[in-house]
């Protein structure tokens, strides 16, 4: 009985990321595995975005580009791509992100020894092809593990363990992709992890892009306090599903380091602020840090 390869959807949102896009794209097309697909989902770009993704298209039958109207976020990108994607399994990249050329090799090897539904790759921060730094390698190092749903999804309210993993395209599909604003991908990973069996580590690499300045989640944007709805679905969920207090403590101290980070940034933007928005912004935060406060006693 000859082996089944099965076949890997990988979910490209793009807006214009014209100044990655060439490495990217480079990064995927080079994988050591052939049996996947990329599905590109342009946001309906303005700069040479589309035009980097067909003269990519022309040459690789696996890159498929799709190009949906302008606006809402990653999340609702990748939901518009699922629709196309017929992969037996997901994975996602950022426009700017980097695979090392075995990740999906390695990933999908882990699934034939270990028989897992997700599979989690090496995760380390990229500035560029000079400067690198160690990120997040399976639990505190150890790739060894092998973890149920519902411990990958403890380990992933502190992002002990990380989201850019191998997932089962059917508990995807199952489950779904959150959207209801910027930070909705963080909650849908959770929610994966806890509807997932078992969660094991490759040695494969992915680059999570540093530095970028045009990235979404490095600008202020009234939608960063969609932060802070995660924390607070997430909390909700922990009561619901039977967690302890030690599960609630962890998702609370990211709730007020998210306060903080979102302080921080408002002080080293507010001088581009109007009097009138420095004021709603600042009376925003206030009144979160009013509506958390007994979580932080």
Not at 198 to 224: D, E, L, M
Request: hydrophobic fraction near 35%; glycine fraction near 6%.
């Amino acid at each position: 009985m000859s082996l089944q390869f099965p076949l890997v959807s990988v979910l490209l949102p793009v807006y214009n990321g014209e100044q990655y896009l060439d490495e990217t794209l480079n990064s995927l097309l080079a994988q050591s595995y052939n049996n996947f697909e990329v599905i590109c989902i342009n946001d309906s770009s303005n700069d040479n975005s589309l035009t980097i993704l067909e003269n990519y298209a022309q040459l690789d039958k696996r890159l498929k580009i799709y190009t949906k109207p302008n606006g809402g976020t990653s999340a609702k990108s990748v939901n518009y791509g699922l629709q196309y994607a017929k992969g037996d399994y997901f994975m996602y990249s950022s426009q700017d992100d980097l695979f090392s050329t075995d990740l999906i090799e390695k990933n999908i090897l882990r699934v034939f020894e270990t028989g897992a539904d997700v599979v989690i790759p090496e995760m380390y921060n990229y500035y560029n092809a000079n400067e690198k730094s160690t990120g997040i390698i399976g639990v505190n190092g150890d790739i060894s593990k092998e973890l149920s749903g519902r411990e990958a999804f403890i380990l992933s309210l502190d992002w002990t363990i990380h989201g850019f993993a191998l997932w089962l395209m059917n508990t995807v599909k199952t489950v779904g992709i959150s959207d209801y604003g910027l930070n909705s991908d963080e909650y849908s990973t959770r929610m994966l992890y806890f509807n997932s069996k078992k969660v094991v580590f490759s040695k494969g690499k992915y680059f999570y892009r540093q530095g970028n300045p045009n990235a979404i989640t490095c600008k202020w944007h009234i939608s960063q306090f969609d932060y802070l709805t995660t924390c607070n679905k997430i909390e909700e969920f922990l009561f619901q599903n039977g967690f302890g207090q030690k599960e609630i403590e962890i998702n609370r101290k990211m709730l007020r380091n998210e306060l903080i980070r979102l302080t921080l940034m408002v002080k080293a933007v507010q001088k581009d602020f109007t009097k009138q928005e420095r004021l709603y912004v600042y009376k925003k935060i206030k009144s979160a840090f009013k509506e958390n406060n007994y979580k932080f006693r």
